[in-house]
Nanobody, 121 residues
Framework: QVQLVESGGGLVQVGESLRLSCAAS????????MGWYRQAPGKQRELVAV???????NYADSVKARFTISRDNAKSTVYLHVNSLRPEDTAVYYC???????????????WGQGTQVTVSS
């Protein structure tokens, strides 16, 4: 029904930046929230940032002032600009989309396959 394709992860040095992208496609009528989660080795998946359909962002405290989430509704794409990267930001980053795919049905949650971000000191 909904496919999410992520890109932009990689290996960087402390203090460097990346831009993660996630494009949604498929039988989508409307996208509500779009966002990013991450999971570090041995830890639970955690929210990084989410942005609503009217462009209101929310961030985890650990990334505020360093990460910026944005979306392009025409392209069904969400971006995460990650700046001033730290070793503790190392994780697999997962794209998340809440989308309506059928009339009169509640939205469903969809996940990308994940993209690895590794920050080397």
């Amino acid at each position: 029904q909904v496919q999410l394709v992520e890109s932009g992860g990689g290996l960087v040095q402390v203090g460097e930046s990346l831009r993660l992208s996630c494009a949604a496609s498929g039988s989508i009528l409307f996208i509500t929230d779009m966002g990013w989660y991450r999971q570090a080795p041995g830890k639970q998946r955690e929210l990084v940032a989410v942005i609503s359909s009217d462009n209101r962002p929310n961030y985890a405290d650990s990334v505020k002032a360093r990460f910026t989430i944005s979306r392009d509704n025409a392209k069904s794409t969400v971006y995460l600009h990650v700046n001033s990267l730290r070793p503790e930001d190392t994780a697999v980053y997962y794209c998340y989309v809440r989308a309506v795919t059928r009339l009169y049905r509640p939205p469903g949650d969809y996940w990308g396959q994940g993209t690895q971000v590794t920050v080397s000191s």
